[in-house]
């Protein structure tokens, strides 16, 4: 029987911040629900959790081929930009297809639900378009870069990690972390971040200091040792944004980690064993707009008591 560990992660603590039922849902409702005969509850919260909405699923998607695409290339087989292409546009269309048939509710963890079919947007073919486009310039702004071409030429023994989920202890907690790529160069470990999104330097500051840590951690190196890259693949001609990793950041990030860490415990019955608190204990957001995006709209108990807008109206993305 696998066990609900307590772990931590920056998308932990972001669902923790957004909302704590909906935090429930994701971490203790759908425990379980991989098996299609769980629980009814169990499962219908595992298939929503699972759901990603189009923004998600493009950053998903490119990362998910940019590592095939560097893990190729590390075993001395170069994939062309056109391939790369072709894998991103099928892996796209079979995406959609199978979730506009709904095919997640047979098998959440092979077929991909996206959150405007389960909850019926409408969305026209040309936005859905645009996604697959706009997913296509962030692979060919990749392979157009600077970066690309020196990471072409590097000695790929010095390459770390390529998208591997990792973790480390911090305040008696599993940390997971995933770093996009990591590289050991001119005597320093290099940590590059892919970001399909719009450009928050500052958002990225804890994640960052997470994988710093982790670095520190894993191959015993002082601070000093470590430089971390942002890497905006919106742009048309991408450029590495470093992040300054020093001692301040990694306090700041300890001190964030703690005191979520802490808040997330005070709502277990038992710490020990996570054991979640009566789910009344989780307050729903106070942010209404969020709940027109959550996946567990359908589910959630604000709303089985009384709709949230006028008429019963469930609002439109
Ligand atoms: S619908 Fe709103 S209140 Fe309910 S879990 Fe989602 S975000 Fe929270």
């Not at 997913?135 to 060919?140: I, N, Q, R, T, V």
């Not at 890259?229 to 991408?238: H, N, Q």
């Not at 204990?281 to 995006?293: E, I, S, V």
């Amino acid at each position: 029987m696998i066990e609900n560990v307590f772990s931590w992660s920056k998308s932990r603590d972001e669902e923790f911040r957004e909302c704590q039922r909906k935090y429930f849902y994701n971490r203790y409702a759908s425990w379980g629900g991989w098996d299609r005969n769980a629980p009814k509850e169990a499962r219908m919260a595992y298939v929503l959790k699972n759901l990603k909405n189009r923004w998600a699923w493009k950053g998903e998607t490119v990362h998910h081929v940019i590592e095939d695409v560097l893990k190729s290339l590390k075993i001395g087989q170069p994939v062309t930009l056109d391939t790369a292409l072709a894998r991103l546009t099928q892996i796209m269309r079979c995406d959609y297809r199978s979730s506009k048939a709904k095919k997640y509710w047979d098998d959440p963890k092979k077929n991909l639900g996206l959150f405007e079919h389960e909850y019926e947007r409408e969305i026209s073919d040309a936005v859905w378009k645009e996604f697959h486009d706009s997913s296509a310039e962030c692979l060919k702004n990749f392979y157009g870069s600077a970066l690309f071409k020196e990471m072409a030429a590097d000695d790929k023994n010095a390459w770390l990690v390529i998208e591997d989920l990792e973790e480390f202890e911090f305040a008696d907690a599993k940390i997971y972390v995933k770093l996009d790529f990591a590289r050991q160069k001119n005597g320093k470990i290099e940590i590059f971040d892919w970001k399909t999104g719009k450009n928050d330097h500052e958002a990225a500051t804890v994640q960052i200091g997470a994988y710093a840590m982790y670095a520190m951690k894993r191959w015993e190196i002082p601070v000093s040792d470590i430089q971390a890259f942002l890497f905006y693949l919106t742009d048309r001609a991408p450029v590495v944004s470093e992040k300054a990793v020093n001692d301040a950041l990694i306090q700041g990030t300890q001190e964030t980690m703690l005191a979520s860490i802490r808040a997330m415990r005070e709502l277990l019955s038992d710490v020990g064993k996570n054991i979640p608190k009566p789910r009344e204990n989780f307050a729903f957001t106070t942010n209404t707009r969020l709940c027109n995006y959550c996946n567990f709209y359908k589910v959630c108990e604000k709303y089985k008591v009384a709709p949230p807008y006028e008429g019963g109206a469930r609002g439109g993305l």
